[in-house]
């Protein structure tokens, strides 16, 4: 048994370019459809899927008629820009026999690193879930060369586990897991059942990729889960032809190589935003909202506010101080300096009418509070 997945309330799935394109032969229609027929029984025991798709330039090089992965990097981008038309097509088509509706959300680097549109990014696909839609991610290759690009999306599937807090990275591939090499090239390899993500003998074991088609090989796929586990997702490294590989997972088989990751995840999520984050303003707290934060473990409404100082922008990390300059916490804010400004000290109901518009009801969420 292996509960991981079972528990496992957001998932982020990965599928990779030989599996999602039938080893570029053209889209695996059929291994399409019965991963979104496993999405949508996941779904239906209550868990938030989010999938992480490549296969764009694989689909884009058949489509083009190109025999060989092209080098120059327009023609990557024009194969990738062609691919995800037919990527979007089937993933939508799958979906919709169950009625469930699809969303395209192409990701940069750039879009992670920049805060607001991180925090932009995080709201949209949080929007997409809760309206009961499955995102359907990929790298955003039209608009990005080799210095920015995610470079697989193994990263970018940890990356998205990081922005959403997803409990656990499942990453398809063309093997069974990680061996402790290659499996292509030495038939004395060993399966690896389970480890702890970020162990260092793992990088060791990893090799780069098998076919002409996939980017990262397994080593992308080690550090992913390194990455994913920042945030505390555990990640499952799995054959994506395994026969119903999703569904029994969730029900608790033990399938794939696990990697699990060490910290706990709010643990983890907080200690990533008191390291990372720079403060850039202030906001001042009158005794209730002091009280609500500390206490009542809620998030940091307008009406709490008394003072803003110093200029921020939306995403960035402020401090949260009380009346004596005491800081309580910190957070990434969700609106401005000058719009919170404007809409201190008033209900959330009035923020549409002051500003002409709602980010969110809160200054900041509390899941983007740390206390201090
Ligand atoms: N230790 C290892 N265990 C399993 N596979 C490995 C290992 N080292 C390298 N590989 C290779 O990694 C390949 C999977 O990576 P890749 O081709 O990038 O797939 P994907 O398209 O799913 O991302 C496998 O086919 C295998 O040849
Ligand atoms: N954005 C690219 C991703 C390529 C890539 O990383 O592929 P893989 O190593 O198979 O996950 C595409 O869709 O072709």
Redesign the pocket.
């Known amino acids: 048994m292996n509960s991981v997945i079972q528990q496992a309330k957001r998932v982020i799935i990965k599928v990779?370019?030989?599996?999602v394109t039938n080893d570029g032969k053209g889209l695996d229609v059929a291994a399409i459809q019965k991963w979104a027929e496993q999405i949508v029984h996941l779904r239906s025991l209550g868990k938030e899927v989010v999938l992480v798709s490549?296969g764009a330039i694989a689909e884009g090089m058949q489509r083009l008629g190109f025999d060989k992965r092209p080098t120059g990097i327009h023609e990557l981008q024009a194969c990738a820009a062609v691919g995800q038309m037919g990527l979007a097509q089937i993933y939508e088509t799958s979906f919709r026999q169950h009625d469930v509706r699809t969303a395209q959300v192409l990701l940069t680097h750039a879009d992670l690193a920049d805060r607001e549109r991180y925090l932009n990014a995080r709201s949209t696909l949080f929007t997409l879930l809760r309206l009961g839609v499955v995102p359907i991610i990929n790298e955003n290759d039209t608009v990005v060369t080799d210095e920015i690009k995610f470079g697989d999306n193994?990263t970018l599937g940890a990356l998205v586990a990081n922005l959403i807090e997803g409990d656990a990275l499942i990453i398809l591939?063309?093997?069974r897991g990680?061996?402790?090499?290659?499996?292509?090239k030495d038939p004395n390899?060993e399966f690896v059942h389970e480890a702890k993500a970020g162990d260092l003998t793992l990088e060791a074991?990893?090799?780069?990729?098998?076919?002409s088609?996939?980017?990262?090989?397994?080593l992308t796929k080690i550090l992913a889960a390194k990455r994913a586990a920042l945030s505390g997702a555990h990640t499952v490294i799995a054959w994506g032809r395994e026969d119903r590989v999703l569904s029994r997972l969730a029900a608790g088989e033990a399938i794939g190589t696990q990697l699990t990751a060490q910290t706990a995840q709010l643990t983890a999520r907080k200690q990533w935003m008191a390291d990372h984050l720079q403060t850039a303003g202030k906001v001042v707290l009158d005794a209730g909202a002091v009280q609500k934060l500390t206490a009542e473990g809620k998030s940091l409404l307008p009406i709490g506010v008394i003072e803003v100082k110093g200029e921020f922008g939306r995403g960035d990390v402020i401090t949260c101080v009380d009346a004596e300059g005491r800081a309580i916490a910190r957070g990434m804010t969700n609106y401005t300096s000058s719009e919170a400004r404007r809409i201190m000290r008033k209900p959330s109901a009035e923020i549409l009418s002051i500003l002409g518009f709602v980010e969110e009801p809160e200054l900041i969420h509390r899941d983007n509070l740390v206390l201090l």
């Open positions: 990779g370019s030989s599996l490549s193994d591939t063309d093997q990680l061996f402790t090499a290659d499996p292509r390899a074991m990893a090799g780069g990729a098998g076919s088609l996939g980017r990262g090989g397994m």
